[in-house]
C-alpha cells in the first residue's frame, strides 16, 4: 500500500536523523492540537532514526534539567494523546530563561543529553526567546565551558543549535500563518456556545453580550461572528468609529422589527474605542439596556476555549506541521535562521521566524498608534477578507443606498446536502440584494426549477441560516439534460440573468449540460458559477469542499467514542466504514485526524498481501503497550474485499491477541451543525462567486439590446479553492481533470498525506516531501488587483 516515490526516498536517505537529537517543548498558553504535533515530532523523529527527548513544563523544565524534565520518548508515550485537549508534556511561563543565568543552566541541561535540535510550540513570546537562545548558543557554551561545566570537544560537537517553531496559540495572532494550532478547536468551543445560546435567548426575546478570547487579536471574536451572523462584533484592530453606540443601538431595533427574537453582539476581551477606551461585555449591556431596554446578559466564555478535544482542523494541521518540523531540524545547517512551520492557503510552507515575529510585532505598533487600517491589513489577506465579508454580510444598506441593477439572479442547491450549504446561500442572496440584484431561491434544485419553483429571496429570509444543517432550499440529485427546455422557459418567465448553483460532483455535471445547451438555447448563455459542496469532497478543481470539515469532525469524534469504548478491556480492533463514493478523502484525512493503523481507499488499490500485512502489523503492535487499533474503509475502496470481509479476516487472523469489531457510520457524516470552518469557508467564497457574477453580468450586458449574453468558457466557472487561493475554473476545462466513471478528479493532493497517517502508524513507507524544504519569506498583505480573478483566503 506504500506510495512508490524514489525522490522522496533518495530525500530520507540524505536526511537521516542517525545520531541526532530532538527535543520538543510546549511553552506559553497551551492550544488544543499541542499533542497532536508532540506526537507527530517524536513520531516523525523516532521514524528518521534521531533520539526525541520531551522537554516537560516548558523552559522551565528546560532550566530545571533532571529526569523528571527531560526525558526520552518513546513511540508508544505517544499513544492516545492524539485526541487530548491542552498539552501532556505541561506548558509554563519562565521568568527564570528570560536572565541569561537561566538560559545559561538550559544549555548546560542540553548539552549534557547531545540535544542540539530544538521544537518548539508556543506563540511569539516563547518563539523569540527560542531564537534569543539560538543566538547567544555559542557564548553560552563557551562559558560553559570557562565554569569546567563542559569540556572543549562538547562545544566542538555541539557547536550550532538548530531551531523550528510551530505556533501553537488559540486566538490566531501570529503573522504569516492562516490559522494556528488550537484556533479552529477554540472556533468549535465558542460556536457550540453561540448556537445553545440562540435557543435560550429567541425563547424570551433576550440580546446576549458573548465575550470572548483575543486580548491583542480580534480573530475569534471576528470569524465566530461570521459563523454564526452576529449583529454586531467588537475587535482591538478595528475599534468602531465615534457615535458608534447610537449605530448599533439601530442596527439591534432594526433587526428586531423585522421579526428576529433575538441580538447577538461578539465582544473581544480586548475591544477598545477609538480613544484607546475599553469596551467591555458588562459596558456593551448596560447600553443596550439603557437605549432599548431590551432584557440583556452577557456571558464570558473564558477558558472554556482552552478546553475540550482538539477538532479535525487541528489535527490534521498539527500532525502536518509536526512532521514538517522534523523536516526542517533535518535540512538546517549552522548557516540557516530560525524557522516557523506555517499554514498558506492548504500548504505547509516554512517562513524566517523573526520576520514572522517583527510583523506581529508591528501589528501591535500599529494598534498603538491609532493606524488600525495598517493593523488589519498586517495581520494578512485572510483577516482582511474575513472583516470585509462581515459588513458586507452584517450591515443591511438603505434601499436608497443600493445600486439598481434590474439583474436577477436565481440560486440553488443540487446534489446530497451538506453542512455550509445554508451558509452560502445565506452569503449569496445578502451580497447580491447589496450589489442592487433581485435573488431568487429555487427549491429542489433543477427538479424545482423545472418545476417552477421559484421565488424571491429577501435579506431577513434568510436570518440564522449560518448555523443550520442540511439544505433548507431543499436539494434533489435531478440532471437537467431531461428538462433544459422547461428549465429554459422559467429561465424566460423569471428573467434570470446569473446561475449560482451550491453543490457536489451532480453540480459540475450540472453545469457542463447548461454550457453545452447555450448552443441551443439563448436563455443559459448567462454568467453562472458553481461553489463545491459535499462531504465526499470529491469535485474537481478545488482541495476543499463545502461539508467536507463537518463530516471530518463526525467521523473523528464517533472514532474517540469507539476507542474509548474499549479502554480497560482486551485488546480491541475497530473497522469504521465511512461515506465517500469512490473518493478515500473522509476514510484517508479521518484516519489522520483519528491516528488510524490503516485507511483502505479505492485510490490506492489493494491486495490481499496488504490486509495480511497489515494484520501482522497491527498483532504485532498489540503484543505491546498498544491496547487499541482503529482501520477506515472507505465505502467503494474495493467491492470484494468488503468491509465484512476485512472484519472476518482481521477477526481470524487476530485470534488469541485482539478482538474485532465493526461500525458503519452512514448519515451521521452528513448531518448536524455546520462545523466553523464550512460556515465561514462556505460564506467567504458565496460573496466572492457574487461579486465575480456581478462582475461579469456588467461585463456581458448588450446595452443596445438590453439584456445579457455570455457564452464564453470564462462565463462559467467552478470556484475552488487551490493550494493558497481561490481560483475560478471555466467548468469545461475541469472535464480532462475529471473521472465521470466514479465521479473523482483524476489528481487529489490529500493522497500526500496517506503517507504521513502510515509513517505515524508505525509503517515503513516512502513520503513525498516535493512541497517542503524551501524557507519563504513573510509576505506583506498588497491588496490584489480588480482584474486578479484569485485571492487568497
Wanted: aromatic share 6%.
Amino acid at each position: 500500500m506504500a506510495l512508490p516515490d524514489t525522490q522522496s526516498k533518495r530525500f530520507f536517505e540524505s536526511l537521516s536523523g542517525a545520531g541526532k537529537a530532538i527535543a520538543v517543548l510546549t511553552s506559553g498558553g497551551d492550544a488544543q492540537g499541542m499533542n497532536a504535533a508532540v506526537r507527530a515530532v517524536v513520531r516523525m523523529g523516532i521514524y528518521v532514526g534521531a533520539k526525541v527527548y520531551f522537554i516537560r513544563e516548558g523552559y522551565q523544565g528546560m532550566v530545571d534539567g533532571g529526569e523528571d524534565n527531560i526525558e526520552e520518548a518513546s513511540w508508544e508515550s505517544v499513544s492516545s494523546m492524539l485526541q487530548m485537549g491542552g498539552t501532556v508534556i505541561g506548558s509554563a511561563r519562565c521568568k527564570e530563561f528570560r536572565t541569561h543565568e537561566g538560559r545559561l543552566k538550559a544549555a548546560h541541561n542540553l548539552v549534557q543529553r547531545g540535544i542540539t535540535n530544538l521544537c518548539v510550540i508556543g506563540g511569539d513570546g516563547s518563539l523569540t526567546g527560542a531564537n534569543l537562545f539560538r543566538e547567544e548558543w555559542s557564548g553560552l557554551l563557551e562559558e560553559l565551558v570557562q565554569q569546567g561545566s563542559v569540556d572543549e570537544d562538547a562545544v566542538q560537537k555541539y557547536s550550532a543549535l538548530h531551531i523550528v517553531g510551530m505556533v501553537g496559540s488559540i486566538d490566531n495572532d501570529f503573522c504569516g500563518t492562516d490559522m494556528t494550532i488550537g484556533t479552529d478547536s477554540a472556533l468549535h468551543r465558542i460556536i457550540e456556545v453561540v448556537d445553545a445560546i440562540m435557543t435560550t435567548a429567541q425563547s424570551h426575546q433576550r440580546t446576549f453580550v458573548l465575550e470572548v478570547m483575543g486580548r491583542h487579536c480580534g480573530y475569534l471574536a471576528l470569524v465566530s461572528a461570521l459563523a454564526c451572523g452576529a449583529d454586531w462584533v467588537l475587535i482591538p484592530e478595528m475599534p468602531p468609529e465615534d457615535g458608534w453606540e447610537e449605530k448599533m443601538c439601530q442596527k439591534l431595533s432594526a433587526t428586531r422589527c423585522r421579526g428576529s427574537r433575538l441580538n447577538i453582539i461578539i465582544v473581544a476581551e480586548g475591544a477598545i474605542d477609538r480613544h484607546g477606551k475599553a469596551i467591555t461585555g458588562s459596558v456593551v449591556k448596560d447600553l443596550v439596556v439603557r437605549c432599548l431596554g431590551f432584557d440583556t446578559r452577557v456571558t464570558i466564555l473564558g477558558h472554556v476555549q482552552r478546553g475540550g478535544t482538539p477538532s479535525a482542523f487541528d489535527r490534521i494541521l498539527a500532525s502536518r506541521m509536526g512532521v514538517e518540523a522534523v523536516l526542517a531540524l533535518l535540512e538546517t545547517t549552522a548557516n540557516t535562521p530560525a524557522c516557523v512551520v506555517s499554514l498558506c492557503g492548504n500548504q505547509a510552507v516554512r517562513l524566517p521566524l523573526m520576520e514572522c515575529v517583527q510583523m506581529t510585532q508591528e501589528v501591535q505598533k500599529a494598534m498603538d498608534e491609532k493606524k488600525f487600517e495598517e493593523a488589519v491589513k498586517l495581520r494578512g489577506r485572510s483577516f482582511e477578507n474575513n472583516l470585509r465579508t462581515y459588513k458586507l454580510l452584517a450591515h443591511r444598506k438603505l434601499e436608497s443606498e443600493l445600486p439598481h441593477t434590474d439583474f436577477n439572479v436565481a440560486v440553488l442547491n443540487v446534489g446530497a446536502p451538506a453542512a455550509g450549504m445554508n451558509a452560502a446561500v445565506r452569503s449569496a442572496v445578502r451580497v447580491g440584494i447589496s450589489e442592487g440584484h433581485k435573488m431568487f431561491a429555487v427549491n429542489d434544485g433543477f427538479e424545482g426549477f423545472y418545476k417552477g419553483q421559484i421565488k424571491e429571496i429577501k435579506w431577513a429570509d434568510v436570518g440564522g441560516w449560518t448555523g443550520q444543517g442540511g439544505s433548507l432550499l431543499g436539494t434533489k440529485r435531478t440532471l437537467p439534460a431531461k428538462h433544459v427546455e422547461k428549465i429554459a422557459e422559467q429561465m424566460r418567465a423569471n428573467n434570470i440573468n446569473a446561475l449560482l448553483v451550491i453543490g457536489g460532483f451532480e453540480a459540475l455535471e450540472c453545469l457542463l449540460q447548461l454550457y453545452e445547451a447555450r448552443s441551443v438555447y439563448e436563455e443559459f448563455c448567462i454568467p453562472m458559477c458553481m461553489l463545491p459542496a459535499t462531504i465526499s469532497n470529491n469535485v474537481p478543481g478545488t482541495d476543499l469542499s463545502i461539508g467536507a470539515d463537518t463530516a471530518l469532525n463526525a467521523i473523528v469524534e464517533t472514532c474517540d467514542r469507539i476507542k474509548q469504548s474499549a479502554s480497560g478491556t482486551k485488546r480491541r480492533v475497530f473497522i469504521i466504514e465511512t461515506m465517500g463514493g469512490y473518493c478515500g478523502y473522509l476514510a484517508s484525512v479521518g484516519g489522520l485526524a483519528a491516528g488510524a493503523d490503516a485507511a483502505y481507499i479505492y485510490e490506492e488499490p489493494f491486495d490481499i498481501r496488504d490486509l495480511q500485512s497489515n494484520v501482522e502489523h497491527l498483532t504485532e503492535k498489540m503484543k505491546g503497550a498498544i491496547q487499541r487499533g482503529l482501520v477506515l474503509r472507505n465505502e467503494n475502496s474495493n467491492e470484494n474485499y468488503t468491509t465484512d470481509f476485512i472484519y472476518q479476516l482481521y477477526s481470524e487472523e487476530g485470534k488469541g491477541v485482539f478482538d474485532c469489531r465493526k461500525n458503519v457510520l452512514g448519515h451521521m457524516q452528513q448531518g448536524g451543525a455546520p462545523s466553523p470552518f464550512d460556515r465561514n469557508f462556505g460564506t467567504k467564497i458565496s460573496a466572492k462567486a457574487m461579486q465575480w457574477l456581478s462582475k461579469k453580468l456588467k461585463e456581458t450586458f448588450r446595452q443596445d439590446e438590453g439584456r445579457v449574453f455570455a457564452n464564453t468558457e470564462d462565463s462559467c466557472c467552478l470556484l475552488g479553492m487551490r493550494r493558497r487561493a481561490l481560483v475560478f475554473q471555466p467548468v469545461v476545462q475541469l472535464k480532462d481533470e475529471t473521472d465521470f466513471v466514479h465521479r473523482i478528479p483524476k489528481e487529489q493532493w490529500w493522497l500526500k498525506l496517506r503517507p504521513l497517517m502510515k509513517i505515524l502508524a508505525k509503517y515503513k513507507t516512502s513520503y513525498d516531501v516535493s512541497d517542503s524544504g524551501q524557507l519563504e519569506h513573510v509576505v506583506r498583505n498588497v491588496r490584489p488587483k480588480e482584474s486578479d480573478p484569485s485571492g487568497a483566503m
